[in-house]
């Protein structure tokens, strides 16, 4: 299984932790998205997409509310 909790991204750019943003489906894949939350990366060069198979996906399976959440920060949702 693989948590995606249990990863730390970190921008090649401006050497910051990214905090992941979205989440969407892809055939038999989890999509997660992470972006800096600072004015020095541009999200659109910046941000960094982390694809879990599904049948691993931990996050996916244990919290199925998560597709309609915005932001997640460490260990809880906001």
Same mark, same amino acid.
């Given at each position: 299984? +693989? $948590? +995606?909790? $249990?990863?730390? +991204?970190?921008?090649?750019?401006? #050497?910051?932790?990214? %905090?992941?943003?979205? @989440? =969407?489906? =892809?055939? #038999?894949? $989890?999509? @997660?998205?992470? /972006?800096? /939350? $600072?004015? !020095?990366? #541009?999200?659109?060069?910046?941000? %960094? &997409? !982390?694809? !879990?198979? =599904?049948? &691993?996906? /931990?996050?996916?399976?244990?919290? %199925?509310?998560?597709?309609? =959440?915005?932001?997640?920060?460490?260990?809880?949702? #906001?």
């Amino acid at each position: 299984m +693989i $948590n +995606i909790r $249990n990863l730390s +991204i970190k921008c090649g750019h401006c #050497d910051t932790y990214q %905090t992941l943003c979205a @989440y =969407r489906r =892809r055939d #038999d894949w $989890n999509v @997660y998205v992470y /972006e800096c /939350e $600072n004015d !020095v990366c #541009d999200p659109e060069l910046s941000r %960094t &997409l !982390v694809e !879990v198979p =599904r049948e &691993l996906d /931990e996050l996916a399976r244990r919290d %199925t509310a998560w597709e309609h =959440r915005r932001r997640h920060t460490g260990g809880g949702h #906001d």
